[in-house]
């Protein structure tokens, strides 16, 4: 039996979550999987309840599961609380607890969804790209840091197990999908640099099927414009990983299509990458593209299962050419294109 959390949060969070637990729960049918979904408050929703954004009671329910699915949290409703009880505190403090630090976050341009992204075409097509950021090191926790009058100071900084362990997420993603592994960081400037690039390198030993290249990363902010099919997993530090995602992320042409996965030491975490949409809360006009697709990752990281996600993306893909929600165009509710999913999913 697999336990998952389930902490559907705010906004349209509930609205999406609840799309990706059936689709889960079809997949359950269709590939003999035990799953049981146990659901907790956070965010916003837990300092309505609880005065907290994380209580006590999810915090347990988090460390007792096998993965948390995560829909969004926050909303101008607790834009006024003090900042130690923000919502988003809530997510801070359980990446920290769990010790999650790898972030992973695929774009993929599906076949016939092309004309959603703001590249022409022929260079959109086929890409599918997973970035593998590390999220708890690097310039933006490196100790010294400062400032005075006269000047300000960050360190870039890094140990060998904090690139190691990046680095083995990276390489067993890499195995899961086409074998090609980028690692990305300024060697030609920086000493972290260098000796990430070292670090990967001799990590790469253990993984002979996978093949490695490394990128500056200014050079790779340019390809990823101009031949962004041509990247598998790019696996970076901290800070060139947050800028790298962000300018992934335009790729497929929407916020609805982009799920995220958050793995480390203890419980991993899947959630969509936008956040809860207060605009379109409780319409039932989300696009659950995100949740549903950060199921799929769910089942291939957590579950360790990468058939039933690679079947999930598939019936993703198929529902996205009959029916599509307001945000790309169509008038599906968030319920009728969950209907499709279901359904192309089979079994
Ligand atoms: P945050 O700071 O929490 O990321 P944000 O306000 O910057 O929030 P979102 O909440 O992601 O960003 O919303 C940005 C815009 O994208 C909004 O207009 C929202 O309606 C739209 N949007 C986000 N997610 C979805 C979705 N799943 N389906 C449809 N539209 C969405």
Not at 187 to 201: C, I, K, Q, S
């Amino acid at each position: 039996m697999h336990k998952i959390a389930v902490l559907p949060g705010d906004g349209i969070g509930p609205e999406v979550t609840a799309a990706a637990v059936r689709v889960l729960e079809k997949a359950a049918d269709v590939f003999s999987l035990e799953l049981s979904f146990d659901y907790f408050d956070f965010g916003g929703a837990a300092i309505d309840a609880a005065g907290e954004p994380y209580p006590e009671a999810t915090r347990r329910g988090v460390a007792a599961a096998d993965a948390v699915l995560l829909g969004a949290i926050g909303g101008p409703k607790w834009d006024g609380v003090p900042r130690e009880i923000r919502p988003e505190t809530g997510l801070l403090a359980l990446r920290k607890d769990q010790g999650l630090f790898a972030n992973l976050r695929p774009a993929r341009v599906l076949e016939g969804l092309e004309d959603l992204s703001p590249l022409k075409p022929e260079i959109a097509r086929g890409v599918d790209v997973l970035i593998v950021r590390e999220l708890t090191g690097g310039l933006y926790f490196g100790q010294p840091r400062g400032m005075s009058e006269a000047e300000a100071w960050n360190t870039m900084r890094y140990s060998k197990p904090e690139v190691e362990r990046v680095a083995r997420v990276a390489f067993e993603a890499a195995s899961k999908r086409r074998n090609k592994l980028t690692s990305v960081e300024k060697a030609n400037v920086l000493e972290v640099g260098e000796f990430w690039r070292r670090t990967v390198e001799e990590a790469a030993k253990d993984w002979p099927g996978v093949e490695l290249e490394h990128q500056y990363v200014d050079a790779m902010a340019m390809h990823l414009i101009t031949r962004p099919a041509d990247f598998d997993v790019i696996v970076t530090g901290n800070i060139f990983g947050d800028i790298l995602s962000d300018l992934a992320s335009v790729l497929p042409g929407s916020l609805g299509l982009l799920p995220s996965a958050s793995l480390g030491e203890g419980t991993p975490l899947f959630e969509p990458v936008h956040g809860s949409a207060p605009d379109i809360a409780g319409r039932g006009v989300a696009n659950p593209t995100a949740a549903i697709l950060s199921a799929a990752m769910l089942s291939t990281y957590a579950l360790e299962r990468p058939e039933v996600g690679q079947a999930i993306e598939q019936a993703v893909a198929t529902a996205l050419r009959q029916v599509r929600t307001p945000d790309l165009g169509g008038q599906a509710s968030t319920a009728g294109f969950t209907d499709a999913v279901v359904t192309a999913l089979g079994g």
